[in-house]
């Protein structure tokens, strides 16, 4: 289905760099989080050239729409009920230790600024306890498509869409210590991902602001989600 949206829309999907996935083995994939498909392109991505199948951690919730829960279903996502996280944690954990790649989006919410938000630990947390690398991942163009709090753009649009993968980062540290060192490595890829995509028009509101554009910044972007809008 999600080749098929693809398909209909003419977005270009290009991976970016030269870094892939190992053939085997558990890694914890610690995406930045700019719209509501980003997770698609990754993992179509991924599928095609690493050949492995990233378990995305997915909010309870969305089971209430039947389409969505059936394609949760189908790509096998592992349901994180806010009520009780631990148990998420703790089966993201097995499947890890069991070699499987588990994706996670360590902002927790849509990054309306198109920056890296502040991190939470539990993707370093995770690494650690499973004793498997974090990879940072970065998609680049999906907020064009279904940004947060902005107008959608679901038509043929060929909106062009960038997957990159970095370097592991090993498992080593406290949490904190991780996830800083999590947080720089995203932060440098976004910023190389960014400069391979080319133009970025001047207002455009899918542009950062430290790139010229009209979104908001990271502590305008922080006010507005803590103002609920």
């Known amino acids: 289905m999600f080749r098929g949206v ?33 997770f698609t ?67 927790a919410t849509i990054s309306r600024s198109y920056e890296i938000k502040r991190l939470k630990t539990g993707a370093a947390r995770m690494a650690l306890e499973a004793d498997v690398p974090i990879v940072p991942c970065i998609v680049w163009g999906s907020q064009r498509i279904a940004p947060k709090g902005a107008a959608k753009h679901w038509g043929r649009t060929g909106t062009p869409v960038m997957v990159a993968l970095g370097e592991p980062v090993p498992p080593a540290g406290t949490p904190e210590q991780l996830t800083e060192t999590l947080h720089a490595a995203m932060t440098a890829l976004l910023h190389e991902v960014q400069d391979a995509y080319g133009d970025h028009p001047a207002g455009a509101d899918w542009v950062p602001a430290r790139l010229g554009g009209s979104a908001p910044t990271l502590a305008e972007a922080d006010a507005l989600d803590a103002a609920g809008h």
């Open 6 to 38: 693809n398909a209909f829309g003419g977005h270009r999907t290009v991976r970016v760099g030269r870094e892939r996935l190992p053939a085997e083995g558990g890694a914890v994939l610690a995406i930045n989080h700019t719209s509501y498909v980003d």
């Open 41 to 107: 392109y990754l993992g179509i991505s991924v599928r095609d050239v690493d050949r492995r199948l990233i378990r995305f951690m997915g909010k309870v919730e969305l089971r209430r729409n039947p389409v969505v829960r059936w394609l949760m279903w189908g790509c096998r996502v592992i349901p994180v009920d806010r009520s009780a996280g631990h148990d998420a944690y703790l089966a993201a954990v097995e499947e890890l230790r069991d070699g499987e790649v588990v994706g996670i989006y360590p902002e």
